[in-house]
């Protein structure tokens, strides 16, 4: 029976979408919960280390309860209710309780489906232009990472080295085979990547006597380098920065933010990343003629 629907994925581009469409929705419901926890966590441990910094190996504090992506089962923020598996089914489960707690009826965020919806799109779009192969795999991986790592950003300002690293050595691994470009290409990437904003934001700083970037965004484009090769980087620079740009001099002329607030730069680089990912074929013959 397995290898039958295999060959069915691999042979049968609507049967191989259609499966990724509905893979796409679970793992986007799976990063709604890495995108609310991962950040929690991370906070966590940090406070748990500094507390113990100056205490004795025998005097240090425990750490709380359980917590982490699997542990405790996911409840209601309002009534504390834990939610059962057939409300918990991605985007219909919303839908069916109208966006609210089926028990103490307070409002669940839209974002939640809207994650799992776009997830399940996106994982969907990448099966139709890569097909079944490794590619596809790589591909899935490599966008799934930069979904959760935009919404952390955006929630956060914070790009957690627990993926943008991973990300990285990931491109690398899957490019050792040359499954999107040659590994030559990947290593400079990631070099690349890195040094650029780095050399950006120490100019800033030089400038203008602040910081203006985290060290999280320099990770991020290292890793999109590592996965898709030193020649994308341009085009993922600049659509990152005009995107950027275009979004914060709106938000200053609406009033929503002044010119000394700053704005998560990952969110920007991850769009423009996944942006790369399905269009790299089409500006790769536009910017370098090949």
């Known amino acids: 029976m397995a290898p039958d629907f295999l060959l069915l994925l691999a042979h049968q581009p609507f049967w191989l ?52 992506l699997v542990v405790p089962r996911s409840a209601c923020p309002s009534c504390g209710t834990l ?3 057939y409300d918990n089914i991605p985007v219909l489960s919303w839908l069916l309780l109208r966006g609210k707690c089926r028990h103490c ?40 990472v930069l979904i959760a790592l935009f919404m952390i950003d955006l929630d956060t300002f914070y790009l957690p080295d627990n993926l943008t690293l991973s990300l990285l050595w990931l491109g690398l ?12 290409a990947a290593v400079l990437g990631a070099a690349a990547g890195y040094l650029t904003l ?5 100019l800033y700083e030089l400038i203008r006597r602040q910081p203006g970037m985290g060290n999280g965004d320099f990770k991020l484009l290292a890793a999109i380098g590592a996965w898709l090769g030193v020649l994308s980087l341009p085009a993922v620079i600049v659509l990152s920065a005009l995107v950027g740009s275009l ?44």
């Open 198 to 202: 780095w050399g950006f934001a120490k």
């Open 105 to 144: 009826k307070a409002p669940i965020s839209v974002r939640y489906p809207l994650v799992e919806l776009i997830t399940g799109l996106i994982s969907a779009g990448l099966a139709w232009h890569y097909g079944w192969g490794l590619m596809l795999a790589g591909a899935l991986l490599f966008a799934w």
């Open 83 to 85: 939610i059962a598996g």
């Open 17 to 68: 979408v259609s499966a990724v469409f509905v893979l796409g929705l679970l793992i986007g419901s799976f990063l709604n919960v890495v995108i609310h926890r991962l950040p929690r966590m991370l906070e966590a441990d940090f406070r748990h280390e500094c507390a113990n910094l100056d205490r004795s190996e025998h005097d240090q504090i425990p750490r709380g309860p359980t917590y982490n």
């Open 173 to 184: 691994l899957f490019n050792l085979y040359e499954v999107f470009v040659p590994l030559k």
């Open 247 to 290: 979004i914060g001099i709106s938000l200053i002329l609406a009033g929503k933010r002044s010119w000394t607030n700053q704005l998560p730069f990952g969110p920007y680089l991850a769009g423009a990343g996944l942006a790369a990912l399905l269009l790299k074929p089409y500006w790769m013959r536009l910017i370098w003629g090949v």
